[in-house]
């Protein structure tokens, strides 16, 4: 039962740094698109925050239906602690999607234009 807690305390802390960071490089974006006069598109630790937060939500979730598979027995009890997980698996999953997708981008030999979302050669 210990390690129920440990793990939530630990994914709450997790939610709680990654929100942080969220907030601290979106107000950072935001200041640099207004400074060009663009839009910026998020950078990979933006994403790799945003997939902490998810990550840390799914642990809590997955860490209460550990707690509330062992209190009861009644299927009908668990169905909406099932639903939850599954939607907290999809939005893990965009947001992994997302984060990798942008890694590789980031490794290509190219560059994302920001106002029509093309990939170019970067120019040398």
């Not at 239906?65 to 907290?88: D, E, K, Q, Y």
Request: proline fraction near 2%; include cysteine; charged fraction near 15%.
């Amino acid at each position: 039962m210990l390690w129920s807690y440990l793990i939530f305390v630990s994914a709450l802390l997790i939610c709680i740094g990654s929100g942080a960071g969220i907030v601290i490089l979106g107000r950072r974006r935001k200041m640099l698109a207004t400074d060009r006069g663009t839009h910026r598109v998020e950078g990979i630790a933006e994403l790799a925050s945003q997939v902490g937060f998810s990550a840390g939500l799914f642990f809590m979730a997955a860490v209460n239906f550990s707690v509330l598979l062992r209190l009861t027995a009644f299927p009908h009890s668990l169905a909406i602690p099932v639903a939850c997980a599954l939607i907290l698996v999809l939005i893990l999953g965009v947001q992994l999607g997302r984060l990798v997708l942008r890694y590789q981008l980031s490794r290509l030999q190219g560059e994302l234009n920001t106002v029509t979302g093309e990939i170019a050669a970067k120019s040398r």
